[in-house]
Nanobody
Framework: QVQVVETGGGLVRPGGSLRLSCYAS????????MGWYRQAPGKQREWVAD???????NYADSVKGRFTISRDNAANTVYLQMNSLKPEDTAIYYC??????????????WGQGTQVTVSS
């Protein structure tokens, strides 16, 4: 069974930093593209950043220059380093991973989300 679990959310003051982690687990799985999305109260879920299998990265304009996505392929883990946080970054952050497994083939898996609150 494949599981995707996010950790690292919390409460931080404006201008502060947080680091999110997302770990994909399961037997005989192969992890491909990984990314982060977020959903603020009353808004639709939006894409934040992604990192492809070859290590190339992409960012939403709203976070470019402040957030950094990275991955540890050996650990099937993706990170999101968030600096210079703003109140408008407050949201539930979700990890999405494209994972291939012997029983499900290639499909996207979502984590349960982790709350990030930026407030003074």
């Amino acid at each position: 069974q494949v599981q995707v679990v996010e950790t690292g959310g919390g409460l931080v003051r404006p201008g502060g930093s947080l680091r999110l982690s997302c770990y994909a687990s399961g037997s005989a799985v192969k992890v491909y593209d990984m990314g982060w999305y977020r959903q603020a109260p009353g808004k639709q879920r939006e894409w934040v950043a992604d990192i492809l299998t070859d290590g190339s990265t992409n960012y939403a304009d709203s976070v470019k220059g402040r957030f950094t996505i990275s991955r540890d392929n050996a650990a099937n883990t993706v990170y999101l380093q968030m600096n210079s946080l703003k109140p408008e970054d407050t949201a539930i952050y979700y990890c999405k991973s494209s994972i291939s497994s012997p029983w499900s083939g290639l499909r996207d898996y979502w984590g349960q989300g982790t709350q990030v609150t930026v407030s003074s």
